[in-house]
């Protein structure tokens, strides 16, 4: 174990095995940005969604509601978004003297569109999460097998073979292997959990979507 470098490794690793680590090696940085800053994106996500939910819930004018958030510089987003999306195109609607069916379909309409455009926003590069973990040992995998053929392949040209002559490339290979894992695993341990915590603020908004379109159904009826 005292002898053990993985660096002095890397470098009198074959040129194929080196590219092999280079790409696991961005692989790697590139899900460690998208993990830290998708877990700010859920968080922020989270945390908006509490605010907004105890706005909207503690009995304000849903007109001066829709007027603050429409005043605010800032990207609206999350239910945000949804109640505007939703609140716009009611009062459109009715200002041109439609039903109330036709009124709350297009209200409707206009909450689903901004809903999966959220979604669109939180699921951003998870499917590259999804890809470098699934994909990363396989990568690290092919690295290692090219090591061991050049290890072995080397030997075709001496007498006599022992391990000594080839533990070196074969720990050379082995590193790539143990690349594409590290690669690999945190990828999929953050690809899970994130889709989780976006399946979760999916059902609250959805839920939110549903109880909003009541609290229009009822609106509507009122005021026919």
Same mark, same amino acid.
């Given at each position: 174990?005292?002898?053990?470098?993985?660096?002095?490794?890397?470098?009198?690793? /074959?040129?194929?095995?080196?590219?092999?680590?280079?790409?696991?090696?961005?692989?790697?940085?590139?899900?460690?940005?998208?993990?830290? *800053?998708?877990?700010?994106?859920?968080?922020?996500?989270?945390?908006?969604?509490? @605010?907004?939910?105890?706005?909207?819930?503690? !009995?304000?004018?849903?007109? &001066?509601?829709?007027?603050?958030?429409?005043?605010?510089?800032?990207?609206?987003? *999350?239910?945000?978004?949804?109640?505007?999306?939703?609140?716009?195109?009611?009062?459109? %609607?009715?200002?041109?003297?439609? %039903?109330?069916?036709?009124?709350?379909?297009? &209200?409707?309409?206009?909450?689903?569109? &901004?809903?999966?455009?959220?979604?669109?926003?939180?699921?951003?590069?998870?499917?590259?999460?999804? $890809?470098? *973990?699934? $994909?990363?040992?396989?990568? !690290?995998?092919? *690295?290692?097998?090219?090591?061991?053929?050049? /290890?072995?392949?080397?030997? /075709?040209?001496?007498?006599?073979? $022992?391990?000594?002559?080839?533990?070196?490339?074969? /720990?050379?290979?082995?590193? &790539? %292997?143990?690349?594409?894992?590290?690669?690999?695993?945190?990828?999929?341990?953050?690809?899970?959990?994130?889709?989780?915590?976006?399946?979760?603020?999916?059902?609250?908004? @959805? $839920?939110?979507?549903?109880?909003?379109? %009541?609290?229009?159904?009822?609106?509507? @009826?009122?005021? @026919?």
């Amino acid at each position: 174990m005292g002898n053990f470098n993985p660096l002095e490794l890397i470098l009198q690793a /074959s040129i194929p095995v080196q590219l092999v680590m280079l790409i696991l090696l961005l692989a790697s940085f590139s899900s460690w940005w998208i993990i830290f *800053g998708k877990r700010k994106v859920i968080a922020t996500a989270r945390r908006d969604a509490d @605010d907004f939910e105890e706005r909207f819930w503690s !009995g304000v004018d849903l007109a &001066a509601l829709f007027r603050e958030i429409s005043a605010e510089r800032n990207r609206v987003a *999350g239910l945000e978004s949804i109640f505007e999306a939703g609140f716009r195109e009611f009062a459109r %609607t009715r200002q041109s003297k439609r %039903t109330s069916g036709r009124v709350l379909e297009s &209200a409707e309409r206009a909450m689903r569109v &901004a809903l999966n455009r959220e979604l669109d926003h939180l699921e951003n590069h998870l499917s590259f999460l999804a $890809t470098v *973990g699934s $994909t990363s040992p396989y990568v !690290g995998l092919f *690295g290692t097998v090219w090591g061991i053929m050049i /290890s072995f392949n080397a030997l /075709s040209n001496v007498n006599q073979a $022992t391990i000594a002559m080839v533990a070196p490339g074969i /720990s050379e290979a082995l590193i &790539a %292997t143990a690349m594409g894992l590290f690669a690999a695993i945190p990828a999929v341990v953050a690809y899970n959990k994130y889709s989780s915590e976006v399946e979760r603020l999916e059902g609250r908004y @959805d $839920t939110f979507k549903e109880e909003f379109s %009541t609290i229009l159904h009822r609106q509507a @009826d009122m005021e @026919d």
